[in-house]
């Protein structure tokens, strides 16, 4: 189909057609897009416009759903720069030059489409569409907004305005101050708008004067505050494993304070993630992350958030046990269920993980958690560990609105730096984040069989949620002539009338060493003079070395 369109006081023929090898995208209609010489009304040539060595017309090529799509979204942006090309060539008199102007919000949402085609390899599944929900507010508030006459000023409004509203439709921080941090939707919007622009600057050929500085918005004092000392990072144990055994979300909340997984990651686990490995201690259980639940579609996707999201992470021996003897049950009931969700449930008769019925359990799941981690006994004992008090009403606030289901990682994140005995490179591997002052290595990087029984056996020597540390037990004359993790206890089958010598390796600050045994004679040989480690080392730490003495105001 050809027709000529006028724009800017210039004719264009335009020609559209649907190529048999763009059948199946998603933009299967092609327009070529050749602007008329004003005087002589022929088709200009690439030559006149270029001064190219062809004589053939000048087809710019533009894709698009259909004509009408491609009128309305991807025209005006390939007419404005065939009309700045013929007054450099001459074709068209400076005096009547025509100077086009672009509303900001109409641009952004006819780019759109090629915008997320550009940046969508950066971006995990889950980000991407965060980041097009995102996209659209962001339409909404550009509109207005003149893409030629942008300046630091209207920047700056425009920055402003984002925040703003972001700040009034957020969870917790409803009261943004200029020059304050923005809030984290704000921060997403922001980060758009400086894609956008340099996008429709470089890509598109808009005429922008110049490309925005980043918002470098600080966090209040308040905000530091709140955050160091109502984040909920550290639930009372007891009251901890009491949520754990409620018989609402018995295995849920399990899950998600013995592991530390975010909350689509576990949406996306499937009971073949639970995996068995026997060693030198007995059976050992651990999880093996290898996707997520889709945000919007509630089905799994085999891309988690980030590359380091695959990872393996160790499960207490009670729990694993908890979830094996459950994927036992529903198997003797409904048939081989290993493949299927975990975050599935029955109905009519049978094991369901459609996407309604996976909606419906992860809905319950993130509204009864919060629910039970505001139990006024956690409340009460997290206000009373408070270092310090400055405006109870507000901190009061900050902490309900931190105890979601993404308290019980926190809460995870804490116990591996105070508990577990991991260094900080365990600890980023456990909690899934990439530690980007370390150099990636190439080729394969999963754990052998021997390192994740390793990290087993280490929060099988840790207190959890379920069970106090375990003491390591061997058979002396065994293979085993050290122990495979540093450990509080350590059980010793010796044969009779045998004599053994010992070398304990004290780890922590004042540690104290004994052995003890039925019809066991011990006498301490030698003990060496050596000084404490002195890394981030941590394992079983007494309570007295992390928490608080004594409380003040801070301000007096």
């Known amino acids: 189909m050809t027709k000529t369109v006028d724009y800017g006081g210039v004719s264009f023929r335009v020609r559209t057609a649907y190529p048999r090898g763009r059948k199946?995208?998603?933009?299967?209609?092609?327009?070529?897009?050749?602007?008329?010489?004003?005087?002589?009304?022929?088709?200009?040539?690439?030559?006149?416009?270029?001064?190219?060595?062809?004589?053939?017309?000048?087809?710019?090529p533009v894709y698009g759903v259909n004509p009408a799509d491609i009128e309305e979204h991807h025209f005006p942006a390939i007419a404005n720069e065939l009309i700045q090309a013929?007054?450099?060539?001459?074709?068209?008199?400076?005096?009547?030059?025509?100077?086009p102007t672009h509303d900001l919000g109409d641009a952004a949402e006819s780019f759109k489409e090629m915008f997320f085609s550009i940046h969508q390899q950066q971006w995990a599944e889950r980000t991407i569409d965060d980041y097009r929900r995102q996209y659209d507010i962001l339409v909404t508030e550009l509109r207005g907004t003149t893409a030629e006459s942008l300046t630091p000023e209207i920047y700056r409004a425009l920055q402003e305005r984002i925040c703003r509203n972001a700040a009034g439709t957020a969870r917790k921080k409803s009261d943004w101050v200029a020059g304050t941090e923005a809030p984290p939707s704000g921060a997403k919007r922001l980060n758009l708008l400086y894609l956008l622009i340099w996008d429709l600057k470089t890509t598109e050929g808009y005429n922008i004067p110049l490309v925005p500085t980043r918002y470098a918005g600080k966090p209040s004092r308040q905000d530091l505050l709140l955050s160091y000392i109502d984040s909920a990072r550290s639930i009372p144990r007891h009251l901890l494993k009491?949520?754990?055994?409620?018989?609402?979300?018995?295995?849920?909340?399990?899950i998600l304070a013995d592991t530390g997984l975010r909350i689509s990651e576990y949406g996306g686990l499937l009971f073949c993630s639970i995996a068995r490995l026997e060693g030198s201690q007995g059976a050992m259980y651990y999880l093996r992350v290898t996707g997520q639940l889709g945000v919007s579609s509630n089905t799994r996707t085999e891309i988690p958030k980030t590359t380091s999201s695959y990872r393996v992470v160790p499960l207490s021996v009670e729990l694993g046990e908890i979830l094996m003897q459950r994927q036992q049950?529903?198997?003797?009931?409904?048939?081989?269920?290993?493949?299927?969700?975990m975050c599935g449930s029955v109905q009519a008769g049978e094991y369901c993980t459609?996407?309604?019925?996976?909606?419906?359990?992860?809905?319950?799941?993130?509204?009864?958690?919060?629910?039970?981690?505001?139990?006024?006994?956690?409340?009460?004992?997290?206000k009373k560990s408070r270092p310090y008090r400055f405006d109870?009403?507000?901190?009061?606030?900050?902490?309900?609105?931190?105890?979601?289901?993404?308290?019980?990682?926190?809460n995870f994140c804490t116990w591996i730096y105070c508990e577990s005995g991991m260094d900080?490179?365990?600890?980023?591997?456990?909690?899934?984040?990439?530690?980007?002052?370390?150099?990636?290595?190439?080729?394969?990087?999963?754990?052998?069989?021997?390192?994740?029984?390793?990290m087993c056996l280490q929060k099988h020597v840790s207190r959890t949620l379920y069970h106090d540390p375990h003491p390591l037990r061997y058979q002396a004359g065994e293979k085993f002539s050290e122990t495979?993790?540093?450990?509080?206890?350590?059980?010793?089958?010796?044969?009779?009338?045998?004599?053994?010598?010992?070398?304990?390796a004290e780890t922590e600050p004042r540690a104290h060493t004994s052995c003890r045994g039925d019809n066991v004679s011990v006498s301490q040989k030698w003990q060496e003079d050596i000084r404490c480690r002195s890394d981030g080392y941590a394992l079983l730490a007494d309570p007295s070395v992390y928490t608080i003495r004594e409380k003040k105001k801070l301000f007096a």
């Not at 299967?28 to 416009?49: F, H, M």
């Not at 013929?86 to 100077?99: K, P």
């Not at 010796?494 to 053994?500: F, G, H, I, Q, Y």
Request: glycine letters at 6%; proline letters at 5%.
């Open 24 to 60: 199946a995208s998603k933009a299967p209609c092609r327009a070529l897009i050749s602007p008329i010489n004003p005087e002589t009304g022929e088709v200009i040539t690439k030559r006149q416009l270029f001064s190219s060595e062809s004589d053939c017309p000048v087809d710019k």
């Open 86 to 99: 013929m007054y450099q060539a001459g074709l068209l008199a400076a005096s009547n030059r025509y100077e």
């Open 242 to 254: 009491q949520v754990c055994d409620e018989t609402i979300l018995s295995g849920q909340v399990g």
């Open 329 to 341: 049950e529903l198997e003797r009931n409904y048939g081989n269920v290993s493949l299927m969700l």
């Open 354 to 382: 459609d996407a309604k019925t996976v909606s419906g359990t992860m809905n319950n799941i993130t509204e009864q958690i919060p629910e039970l981690l505001r139990d006024p006994r956690i409340l009460e004992a997290l």
């Open 392 to 410: 109870e009403v507000c901190q009061d606030n900050y902490l309900l609105s931190m105890l979601t289901c993404h308290a019980l990682r926190r």
């Open 424 to 454: 900080t490179k365990q600890a980023y591997q456990q909690m899934g984040h990439a530690k980007k002052s370390e150099m990636r290595r190439s080729g394969a990087i999963g754990a052998t069989p021997g390192e994740i029984y390793h």
């Open 484 to 504: 495979e993790v540093p450990a509080c206890a350590i059980e010793l089958t010796l044969p009779a009338n045998s004599k053994w010598q010992l070398i304990v």
